[in-house]
T-cell receptor, first 114, second 116 residues
Framework: ETGVTQSPTHLIKTRGQQVTLRCSSQ?????VSWYQQALGQGPQFIFQ???????GRGNFPPRFSGLQFPNYSSELNVNALELDDSALYLC?????????????FGSGTRLTVV | AQSVTQPDIHITVSEGASLELRCNYS??????LFWYVQSPGQGLQLLLK??????LVQGIKGFEAEFKRSQSSFNLRKPAVHWSDAAEYFC??????????????FGKGTHLIIQP
């Protein structure tokens, strides 16, 4: 089975710009969640998508938005980038019916905002 | 709101010695509990998870964890560490929303250093 793949692996953007990060779910998984991991910190939950709809959100502003596609892949969009958005962005996929669900993480996208 | 505390930021252990990493959680109902490991610049690898049943959970790479409801703890243990175990370890708690999976709340992590 394929794991979770994220692209790109690294990205440099300028403050105020917009960025799109992509994630392909593990085969058979129907739920995707995104996390932000600042340097030296634990990951923080941004939001989760199930059946192409957002069904959970952490404490992040609306300029963080996402999509889930019929093939369960996903995008994270961040508008009006700020310096503090510099972080490792992790995507995780899971199967909603799992109890507990087994979250499989990708290797992440390292975003640097300058 | 749920929260996770990992009281030890850094732990140094000699190779071959036993290891225990501490995790305390705060949550109003029965949580999902997880331990993940992260090598530098990498994503998270699941070591083990717990929801119900036997409170001693076996994971990969020889790790185990014990759920203690009375102490709100889920400590990770390994009887003999290897140099390759040096990494960042994260404890996480999740909740079951009924309609499907939900997000995880992570601790700040414990950095494990292995001395030769």
């Amino acid at each position: 089975e394929t794991g979770v793949t994220q692209s790109p692996t690294h990205l440099i953007k300028t403050r105020g710009q917009q960025v799109t990060l992509r994630c392909s779910s593990q085969s058979g998984h129907n739920t995707v969640s995104w996390y932000q991991q600042a340097l030296g910190q634990g990951p923080q939950f941004i939001f989760q998508y199930y059946r192409e709809e957002e069904n959970g959100r952490g404490n992040f502003p609306p300029r963080f938005s996402g999509l889930q596609f019929p093939n369960y892949s996903s995008e994270l969009n961040v508008n009006a980038l700020e310096l503090d958005d510099s972080a490792l962005y992790l995507c995780a996929s899971s199967l909603a019916s799992g109890n507990p669900p087994g979250y499989t993480f990708g290797s992440g996208t390292r975003l640097t905002v300058v | 709101a749920q929260s996770v505390t990992q009281p030890d930021i850094h732990i140094t252990v000699s190779e071959g010695a036993s290891l225990e990493l501490r995790c305390n959680y705060s949550y109003g109902a029965t949580p999902y509990l997880f331990w993940y490991v992260q090598s530098p610049g990498q994503g998270l690898q699941l070591l083990l998870k717990y929801f119900s049943g036997d409170t001693l959970v076996q994971g990969i790479k020889g790790f185990e964890a014990e759920f203690k409801r009375s102490q709100s703890s889920f400590n990770l243990r390994k009887p003999a560490v290897h140099w390759s175990d040096a990494a960042e370890y994260f404890c996480a708690v999740g909740k079951y929303s009924g309609g499907g999976a939900d997000g995880l709340t992570f601790g700040k992590g414990t950095h494990l250093i292995i001395q030769p």
